[in-house]
């Protein structure tokens, strides 16, 4: 009963967005300030993770790649796929669900708890538009990009690793990753990249607004959603992966 519950106010907040802005220019200022502490303030941890994970990839596949019948331009094929296909989307929205989504539903605890929401209600704006609905957008924009600049850097990593250690040459490598290419595989990551973003802006802005009490429960409603968040990450994973594959 209780997720009925959820899932039903969920929907009502989501609804709830949708009406005529009471000044498009505050709002424009609000989302161009979202997409700099979701976009920017993000990057530094997504080009560590995505470096260490097209590295960590190389070495496990040339571990795994045992049979010298197998040409070593494969390792690249491998780990360029599965970076492209997995890594760069769904690790990285995982770590941007703990980033990203604790400092949303953190920031609208506050502001309920503070009572600041109910100011912003008394003066006649709609809260849920404007101090959500920017930071969706700005999610829908960023985070594909930071996916995108995810897998550049993951493939780089890769290719770093395998020339250093001695498992393969740039050139050979640099060949795998020409080899048997499949541009759906981008659009796929796009089509994840884009859903993650939206689960990872949407979810833990409804537990943050609709947080009651204090401090406690503000730090319990940020955990929460980030829990919720990797959960239906992975869920949609899988959607997405046996609707499209």
């Not at 009471?22 to 502490?37: A, G």
């Not at 049979?67 to 769904?90: C, G, M, N, Y």
């Not at 940020?222 to 046996?242: G, P, R």
Request: glycine content about 8%; proline content about 3%.
């Amino acid at each position: 009963m209780t997720f009925f519950t959820h899932f039903g106010r969920y929907l009502v907040m989501l609804k709830g967005m949708f009406s005529k802005p009471e000044n498009l220019r505050m709002y424009w200022k609000e989302f161009m300030h979202q997409c700099v502490e979701i976009g920017i303030g993000s990057l530094g941890i997504v080009a560590i993770i995505s470096i260490f994970m097209g590295a960590v990839s190389t070495v496990q596949t040339a571990y795994q790649l045992v049979s010298p019948l197998i040409p070593k331009s494969t390792i690249a094929q491998i780990v360029r796929d599965t970076v492209i296909l997995e890594f760069a989307p769904t690790l990285v929205c995982i770590v941007l669900a703990g980033v990203v989504g604790s400092k949303i539903a953190s920031e609208l605890g506050n502001m309920r708890v503070s009572e600041q929401i109910d100011a912003l209600e008394i003066m006649g704006i709609n809260t849920k538009a404007y101090l959500i609905i920017p930071k969706i957008l700005a999610a829908l924009i960023t985070i594909p990009l930071l996916v995108i600049l995810a897998m550049g850097l993951g493939i780089y990593g890769g290719r770093l690793a395998g020339t250093t250690s001695g498992i393969l040459s740039a050139d050979i490598f640099d060949e795998g990753l020409l080899k048997e290419f499949v541009p759906f595989n981008i659009r796929f990551a796009m089509y994840k990249a884009i859903t993650f973003a939206f689960i990872i802006s949407s979810i833990p802005a409804y537990y943050g607004y609709y947080v009651q009490g204090g401090a406690l429960e503000i730090g319990r409603s940020s955990t929460k959603s980030v829990v919720v968040s990797c959960v239906m990450i992975l869920f949609a994973d899988y959607i997405l992966a046996a609707l499209f594959l």
